[in-house]
C-alpha cells in the first residue's frame, strides 16, 4: 500500500511531468556551452544556473555540459566551432563579434558612452539591443540574451594616471576595431590577444598592460602581475549568448521552450549579480595589496574623455553614424 508521503512524492513528480509534457529521449540531448572565463566570474555563474535550470525544466531530457576558461575553444575558435555545430551555446563578449562581420556590436566599445549599468539597458533591452541579435541569423547563430559584465579598468606596470602615460606600452585587447582604436589615441600599442594568453602575456611582459573588468581582473590573477591599476570605468564589457540557430531550431518545441524559460531565468540571475561581483573582485585585489589603485580625479577624468570621445566619430564608417546617433538617441546624450 502507498503511503501518504509517497503518492504525494509520485503525485508531484507526475503532475511536474505533466506540466512539462516532453516526450521520453533514449539518450539526453547534450548541449556544450564553451567560455573563455572562470566559473567564478558572472558569466561563469551564469552558465552553471543556465545548466541547472535547463537540466531540471526538461526532466533530464536535455543535459547541459559547460566547459569554463578556454578548456574547449579560444576565442576566435569558439565561433568557429559554433557554426559548425561542435559547441551548442556560447556567451562571447560583444567585443568580438566584428571579426564575424557583425561590427554594429562594437558600439558596446565606445569609450565613455555609457554611464552605468541603467544606460547599458537602454540599449540591450531596447530595439537597438535586440536589432543587433537579428542580425546573427544570416551567420548561422540566433542571439538569446544579453548578460552582464561591467566597466572596464586600465592597469598596467606603471601609473596610468592621464594619456600621456599610455606612450608606447603594449597594451592587449580583445579583437574590437573600437578597441584598438582607443588605444591608439591614447598613444598606446594595442595587441589583439585571446583572453586564455594575457595572464601568461603580462607576466612575462609580452604585453605591459589591459583593460577588463574587475571580476574577470581578478578571477585571472592578473593584478598579481600587474603594479598599477586605474580604476577609469571608460569603457563596457558584457555578452551575447548565443546559439546554433540549426540546433535551436531543430528542437522539439517542447523542449526548446523549456530552454527558453531556462535561458530567461539565467539571464536574470547573470545580470542580478554583476555588480555586485565585480565590486567584489576589486575589494578582495585591493586587500591583496598587490597593486597600487588609482581613482581618477575629476580633472584627470575630464583629460582621459577629452582624449578618447574623438574615437566616436573615428569609428562612425565603421560602425554607422546613424547607428552611433540613434544610440546617443537612446541614452539621451547631445554630443
Ligand atoms: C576578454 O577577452 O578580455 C573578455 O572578453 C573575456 C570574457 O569573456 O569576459
Redo the contacts with the bound molecule.
Keep these: 500500500m502507498l503511503t501518504r508521503r509517497t503518492f504525494a512524492r509520485i503525485a508531484g513528480a507526475a503532475a511536474l511531468a505533466l506540466s512539462v509534457a516532453l516526450p521520453a529521449y533514449a539518450e539526453p540531448i547534450v548541449i556544450k556551452f564553451s567560455?573563455?572565463?572562470a566559473p567564478g566570474?558572472p558569466?561563469g555563474k551564469g552558465a552553471d544556473k543556465f545548466k541547472e535550470l535547463a537540466e531540471a525544466y526538461t526532466n533530464g531530457a536535455v543535459t547541459v555540459e559547460v566547459y569554463p576558461n578556454s578548456q574547449l575553444y579560444k576565442?576566435k575558435e569558439e565561433l568557429e566551432a559554433l557554426q559548425l555545430g561542435a559547441v551548442q551555446i556560447l556567451?562571447?563578449?560583444l567585443?568580438?563579434f566584428g571579426p564575424l562581420g557583425v561590427q554594429q556590436f562594437e558600439v558596446f566599445d565606445l569609450p565613455f558612452l555609457m554611464n552605468g549599468y541603467d544606460d547599458l539597458r537602454k540599449i540591450t533591452d531596447g530595439e537597438i539591443g535586440q536589432g543587433f541579435l537579428g542580425l546573427l541569423d544570416d551567420k548561422g547563430i540566433k542571439g538569446l540574451a544579453y548578460w552582464d559584465?561591467g566597466f572596464k579598468i586600465f592597469s598596467a606596470n606603471s601609473p596610468l594616471k592621464s594619456p600621456d602615460d599610455f606612450l608606447g606600452l603594449k597594451m592587449r585587447i580583445?579583437s574590437s576595431k573600437i578597441l584598438e582604436a582607443q588605444m591608439q589615441a591614447l598613444g598606446a600599442v594595442p595587441q589583439v590577444m585571446?583572453?586564455s594568453e594575457?595572464y601568461q602575456a603580462l607576466q612575462t611582459g609580452v604585453v605591459d598592460g589591459t583593460e577588463?573588468p574587475p571580476s574577470?581582473m581578478y578571477t585571472q590573477k592578473m593584478h598579481e602581475v600587474q603594479k598599477h591599476a586605474t580604476l577609469s570605468n571608460h569603457g563596457y564589457?558584457g555578452?551575447a549568448v548565443i546559439v546554433n540557430k540549426a540546433f535551436w531550431e531543430g528542437l522539439d518545441p517542447a523542449v526548446r521552450e523549456q530552454l527558453d524559460k531556462a535561458m530567461a531565468e539565467a539571464t536574470a540571475y547573470a545580470n542580478s549579480i554583476a555588480k555586485e561581483e565585480n565590486d567584489n573582485a576589486l575589494a578582495a585585489m585591493q586587500a591583496a595589496g598587490t597593486t597600487e589603485w588609482h581613482e581618477l580625479t575629476a580633472e584627470e577624468r575630464a583629460v582621459f574623455v577629452e582624449t578618447l570621445k574623438p574615437v566616436h566619430a573615428q569609428m562612425a564608417d565603421r560602425i554607422g553614424a546613424d547607428l552611433i546617433a540613434q544610440v546617443y538617441g537612446a541614452l539621451g546624450l547631445t554630443n
Design positions: 567560455h573563455v572565463v566570474t558569466k576565442d556567451a562571447p563578449s567585443a568580438k559584465n580583445q585571446a583572453f594575457v577588463n574577470n564589457l555578452y
